[in-house]
């Protein structure tokens, strides 16, 4: 296992930072005893657990950082993508998805208080994968543009859009430099709700091809064309490939593939 080497003073991009991020959102799906467990090895001596009507999050750090990371789900994702109201309604920095802003609204206090109280001048990182990533978008505009508290950086894995072009444009003008939306090759959900609905994506993105690679320079045709390829690659493999492209495993394997180079 890598030593826990992350740069917690930072406020720019980082590789190293987006990895131990991403551990952080496959971590946020396991059991509080167990996801405790795992981040003691960290060096992690502070833990709290968040859990109200489905939504689950954790916020763990050290002396010196705090990382506040949101589950996402273990469902079906077509059903979460269909059962969730994706109508748009009034939030942090302009019009949101209904569904995310209530999910978040059942621990946003408790998360809310533990930050204010017990924050202590540490730095403070978020992060999430799918809708856990959607959660973390919201909890950062709510903690930047609500309660105009630091946050140092916001890493997320497989979000699908979570506002309005206004909240988009919002939430760029104050945080998208240290914003990071990780998408790989066939994954389906960072396309929806639709741009057609009004939703648009927020932050820098950063993209996983079709072998793993991380392409952050990738040109529109070069991804249209990669993304061929990764069905082409799929098509005799089990499973939907835009749905396997979504998973947590997946995300985290390129985060240290790319660390690693």
């Given at each position: ?78 059903d979460w993508m269909t059962d969730l109201d994706i109508g748009l ?8 998805h209904e569904g995310f802003l209530t999910a978040l609204s059942a ?155």
């Amino acid at each position: 296992m890598r030593e826990f080497d992350f740069d917690g003073s930072t406020r720019e991009y980082s590789k190293k930072n987006a990895y131990w991020l991403g551990k952080a959102s496959q971590i946020a799906y396991d059991p509080p005893t167990q996801a405790r467990s795992a981040l003691e090895a960290w060096g992690f001596t502070t833990f709290e657990s968040f859990d109200s009507r489905e939504t689950q999050a954790f916020i763990a750090g050290n002396d010196n950082l705090l990382v506040l990371a949101f589950r996402g789900t273990e469902g079906n994702i077509r059903d979460w993508m269909t059962d969730l109201d994706i109508g748009l309604v009034g939030g942090p920095g302009g019009m949101v998805h209904e569904g995310f802003l209530t999910a978040l609204s059942a621990v946003w206090r408790d998360i809310w208080r533990f930050i204010s109280q017990q924050r202590n001048r540490r730095a403070l990182w978020v992060t999430g994968h799918s809708l856990g990533a959607a959660l973390a978008t919201l909890a950062v505009a709510k903690l930047r543009l609500e309660k105009d508290e630091p946050v140092n950086g916001l890493y997320t894995f497989g979000q699908p859009r979570t506002g309005d072009r206004e909240f988009a444009k919002n939430f760029d003008a104050d945080f998208e430099a240290q914003t990071f939306r990780y998408v790989n090759n066939n994954d389906i959900v960072p396309r929806v709700p639709f741009r057609a609905m009004s939703y648009s994506h927020v932050g820098t993105f950063r993209y996983f091809d079709s072998d793993g690679d991380q392409r952050d320079d990738i040109s529109w045709w070069d991804k249209v064309v990669d993304r061929m390829e990764g069905r082409i690659e799929d098509l005799l493999k089990p499973g939907t490939d835009n749905l396997k492209d979504h998973a947590r495993a997946h995300y985290v394997a390129s985060l240290e593939r790319s660390v690693s180079e």
